[in-house]
T-cell receptor, first 111, second 113 residues
Framework: GAVVSQHPSWVICKSGTSVKIECRSLDFQATTMFWYRQFPKQSLMLMATSNEGSKATYEQGVEKDKFLINHASLTLSTLTVTSAHPEDSSFYIC???????FGPGTRLTVL | DAKTTQPTSMDCAEGRAANLPCNHSTISGNEYVYWYRQIHSQGPQYIIHGLKNNETNEMASLIITEDRKSSTLILPHATLRDTAVYYCIVRVAGNQAGTALIFGKGTTLSVSS
């Protein structure tokens, strides 16, 4: 199965700053990766589908200009939270492959 | 994808079998039953999946009823490390690229000594 890493594992930032989260597929070339977020005591919510070499597909209610996704290679997708605010504090998780192997998640806290 | 219904929470004593039910009465013929779990503050972990036959691997067993409208995930000897949220998801086979998983609320399994 695919091994997926995320960096950083946790980040604290000030309101108004931008934060980049990386998702790497270590042993699998992924044309598609998925980004989820999870608020405390809630389930995972799909944010967007990241497609290598093309634009990401965002779920309804997710602002594409706020959550910038770049999938420039078959092993790396990045999610940039622009002008982060406290309500963006969440657990961000990526996944790859059809069997949906998941990264360990990134805990974002916006002060 | 078909909707699933799971109990909100379950308790299990360490060393005993944990049986987690899932109802998926609207499942289609080409949809599989997948199980994942999420330990606190970690990404979800794939456990097992099946179409209609019972399946077993090193982690668990999956029992699917003959009419496929429900299934049970069995952890034969639960340990404290099995405490997690367990998600039952019904979806078309994983060989179709580009389809994300849709998570419900899952079952919170608490294993105690």
């Amino acid at each position: 199965g695919a091994v997926v890493s995320q960096h950083p594992s946790w980040v604290i930032c000030k309101s108004g700053t931008s934060v980049k989260i990386e998702c790497r597929s270590l042993d699998f070339q992924a044309t598609t990766m998925f980004w989820y977020r999870q608020f405390p005591k809630q389930s995972l919510m799909l944010m967007a589908t990241s497609n290598e070499g093309s634009k990401a597909t965002y779920e309804q209610g997710v602002e594409k200009d706020k959550f910038l996704i770049n999938h420039a290679s078959l092993t790396l997708s990045t999610l940039t939270v622009t002008s982060a605010h406290p309500e963006d504090s969440s657990f961000y998780i990526c996944s790859v492959t059809n069997e949906q192997f998941f990264g360990p998640g990134t805990r974002l806290t916006v002060l | 994808d078909a909707k699933t219904t799971q109990p909100t929470s379950m308790d299990c004593a360490e060393g005993r079998a944990a049986n987690l039910p899932c109802n998926h009465s609207t499942i289609s013929g080409n949809e599989y039953v997948y199980w994942y779990r999420q330990i606190h503050s970690q990404g979800p972990q794939y456990i097992i999946h099946g179409l209609k036959n019972n399946e077993t691997n090193e982690m668990a067993s999956l029992i699917i009823t003959e009419d496929r409208k429900s299934s049970t995930l069995i952890l034969p000897h639960a340990t404290l490390r099995d405490t997690a949220v367990y998600y039952c998801i019904v979806r078309v086979a994983g060989n179709q690229a580009g389809t994300a998983l849709i998570f419900g609320k899952g079952t919170t399994l608490s294993v105690s000594s």
